[in-house]
């Protein structure tokens, strides 16, 4: 069991130092393909691992691998656990990056940084499994902290593009704002409990008064909602798509920024000890899945349409989290992964095909060229929006019926709102991409299929997607124990099913909308003339809710202003002054005291008969000093007396 | 009038002080070596006189030991002071300049 642990999760950091090797040399095909070997292994590892607890039973397995730091009473090892909410984490992330690393060897093809693309891309996999893995808050933050540098060299891995690399400063920044809170909160644990190990932590939670607990958990989620791009701190994620598509399919869709979520499902005994927390933060998960998808409506950018739409999801994870339906919130991550990676590989065949045109409505009538993205597209596009029988409807119906029967009704509303605008935004997006004119041609864009192994690559995406939906019962029954959780019942029969026919005619009648909007031949490339582009809303909600506009002018020009301040008078003035005025000291007593060596032995001689006579009575009122130090006493207190 | 260990000391004081003025103010490599000489020689006057005051040999066997290195070191000058005046003729200081800083 042990030795398959260390599989699983050294493997990818094999892969990627192996693949760090060749970062210089031009590209080489085998590079991607060791890599995807290497973490499929870490794939099979996991799927063993998972046998072993849903078949025979095993609780968790837990190693200690050596010691990290031990003084005092501070003992963090590191140690890791696979249990069966890591377990599951696992599967996803080593699933979609098996998925994804084998895609990129057809999605990178062209990319002289092709090695460096695996380097990174096996690093972060590493990463993420630390983070997944680790038994106590510090070894998930070093994971947290390593999935975000990786975040950052994939986002700017284009480093040549002004955008990517502002992008990647961003998020990384944004991120940097959030750890803070984040260690704060892992501080306070180790203050109160006296250790950082999950187990330990949560024995003594139980004892702690609830003023403590909730601070500890407002400063835990502060870091969650940096990582999960919550609102305010959500603009990184939009801005995050100039990394490669792979990479916004596996980081920034399937797996990172669900390490917020996880961070909340893992500490759930905190959580649900404090339940004001638990509903700010649904609600703010309800507020941020409303809030993204609206910006999502009017965008004009296939990747952050998705890009939003990851964030509306994250939202719908924190408002099941939050209401403490961990289990839900936990399928609706694994569910969502495999659409949503899904959905973002599929673009990427879009972007390969259409030359990295962005704009849905520079494409249109895809469907003829790329038949198989177009299949693919629409069912992520299906489960995204919750239809039955795909992935979503089981996991997004949950939670709705979670919010219901906890009595929520204004998170419910909220959801079921946005479940609408989902389907509407989704199939806004495959209709502009695939149905209607071939706009395309006005560009001279002939697009073509992408490589048949990355659409292979991608099927089990496909019948995951399509079927996630059975493992709903099975996932129940084997995590209900480690998370507490109970089915949600409405109470009547009929309740339920208004509920569920109702969802689904909502969200069926907006996809019908959407098509009927957006699949015919009448749309048009926007050129900033029409009436709806000139409105209000579709102004507000295009500009991002000019949020990104309030920060660069509220707080980043006033920081940058002040920082020029400090920069022209504290570090110029004062700092670079007294430093530069010691050496100048220095090197100008050093200049005036050079007449000295004229070299002249007679010179010398007398200079070093004055250190001599210098050294002789210094030593001499040493001496004296000492001998009649009593006296000398007296002196100066009878000073200090007057 | 005894001639007892204050008389010695002075002696040694004042051949101190003619050698340090002779380190200061010549200008001739050979008599810088005498004035060296002085200097060395003033204190192994003031160890012989102090080391019978005491009665304690340790003062004495020093002066042998200063006595043992003057010799050599005014063997090794010497022999670089003719060294010296054969490549350029004279053995005046003002003219060692080439450790110029």
């Known amino acids: 069991m042990e030795t398959l642990l260390y599989i699983a999760l050294f493997a990818p950091l094999v892969s990627s130092m192996f693949s760090a090797l060749f970062t210089t040399t031009p590209k080489k095909t085998f590079v991607g393909v060791i890599a995807s070997l290497l973490i499929f292994t870490s794939f099979v590892s996991t799927s063993l691992l998972l046998a072993s607890i849903v078949i025979n039973g095993n609780e968790s397995v837990h190693v200690e691998m050596m010691t990290w730091m031990a003084t005092g009473n501070l003992y963090i090892p590191f140690g890791f656990i696979v249990d069966k909410v890591s377990v ?81 400063n961003e998020a990384f920044i944004m991120n940097r704002i959030a750890d803070l809170g984040m260690l704060i909160g892992i501080f306070l644990v180790y203050w109160n409990t006296g250790t950082l190990q999950y187990e330990g932590a949560f024995e003594v939670f139980k004892t702690l008064d609830p003023a403590t607990l909730t601070w500890i958990g407002i400063f835990l989620f502060i870091g969650a ?115 949503k990676a899904l959905l973002f590989l599929g673009a990427g065949n879009v972007m390969h095909a259409m030359h990295d045109e962005l704009d849905p409505f520079k494409m249109g009538g895809l469907k003829k060229v790329m038949k198989w993205t177009w299949i693919m597209m629409t069912i992520a596009s299906l489960a995204l929006a919750g239809i039955f029988p795909f992935a979503g409807f089981f996991s997004k119906d949950t939670i709705l019926e979670a919010a219901f029967a906890e009595h929520h009704f204004v998170i419910y509303g909220v959801l079921l709102f946005t479940a609408g605008l989902t389907a509407f935004y989704s199939f806004r997006l495959v209709a502009l991409i695939f149905h209607g004119e071939e706009r395309y041609k006005i560009f001279g864009i002939s697009p073509h299929e992408a490589y048949r192994f990355m659409l292979v690559a991608m099927s089990p995406l496909l019948i995951l ?32 099913w208004i509920m569920l ?62 920082s ?24 100008g007593t050093g200049e005036k005291t050079r007449a000295m060596q004229s070299g002249n ?19 001499v009122v040493f001496g004296l000093t000492a001998r009649y130090s009593e006296n000398i006493t007296v002196i100066f207190s009878g000073l200090g007396a007057m | 009038m005894e001639i007892g260990l204050n008389h ?90 080439s450790m110029r800083g």
């Open chain 1, 601 to 619: 032995l007679s010179v010398m001689l007398r200079w070093m008969v004055v250190g001599f006579v210098v050294l002789l009575s210094l030593a």
């Open chain 1, 225 to 339: 909602m940096g990582k999960s791009a919550q609102f305010p701190l959500h603009t990184w994620l939009a801005d995050a798509m100039e990394g490669p598509t792979p990479v916004s399919a596996l980081i920034h869709a399937a797996t990172m920024v669900t390490a917020g979520v996880y961070l909340v499902i893992r500490s759930n005994e905190l959580y649900s000890l404090i339940p004001n927390v638990g509903l700010f933060i649904a609600s703010l998960g309800a507020f941020v899945a409303l809030f993204a998808a609206s910006m999502a409506l009017v965008n004009r950018d296939m990747k952050r349409i998705i890009a939003y739409s990851t964030l509306s999801q994250l939202g719908y994870m924190f408002a099941a989290a939050g209401l403490g339906a961990y289990w839900v919130a936990l399928f609706h991550l694994v569910a969502h992964a495999f659409f």
């Open chain 1, 465 to 496: 997607a399509m079927i996630a939906g059975v493992l709903q019962e099975p996932f129940f029954h084997m995590i209900e124990e480690i998370l507490s959780a109970h089915e949600y019942h409405i109470h009547s029969h009929t309740t339920l």
């Open chain 2, 8 to 97: 010695y000391l002075v002696l040694s004081t004042i051949l101190f002080a003619i050698g340090l003025a002779g380190v200061i103010k010549r200008k001739n490599l050979l008599l810088l070596f005498f004035a060296t000489e002085i200097l060395l020689n003033s204190v192994n006057i003031a160890f012989a006189a102090i080391s019978h005051y005491y009665g304690d040999l340790t003062g004495q066997m020093f002066a042998f030991f200063i006595i043992a290195i003057a010799a050599s070191e005014v063997a090794v000058g010497l022999g670089l002071l003719i060294v010296w005046y054969k490549r350029h003729g004279n053995i005046d200081l003002e003219t060692m300049k």
């Open chain 1, 501 to 562: 026919v109702g969802t689904q005619v909502f969200v069926a009648l907006a996809i019908l909308y959407a098509y009927k909007k957006y699949a015919n031949a009448f749309i048009k490339v926007p050129d900033g003339t029409s009436a709806i582009e000139n409105s209000f809303v579709y102004k507000f909600l295009y500009n991002q809710y000019y949020i990104p506009y309030f920060y660069e002018e509220y707080l980043v020009k006033p920081y940058r202003e002040l």
């Open chain 1, 88 to 168: 599951t984490m696992m599967m996803v992330v080593t699933l979609v990056s098996t998925i994804v690393h084998i895609y990129s060897i057809g999605y990178m093809d062209h990319d002289k940084s092709f090695n460096r693309f695996f380097a990174w891309l096996s690093a972060f996999v590493f990463s993420m499994m630390v983070l997944v893995m680790s038994d106590n808050y510090a070894g998930l933050f070093i994971g947290w902290e390593g999935v975000g540098l990786c975040s950052w060299g994939l986002i700017g891995f284009w480093f040549h593009k002004e955008s990517a690399t502002w992008a990647a």
């Open chain 1, 564 to 587: 020029d301040i400090f920069w022209n008078k504290v570090d110029m003035k004062i700092l670079d002054a007294s430093v530069d005025g010691i050496a100048g000291i220095i090197y």
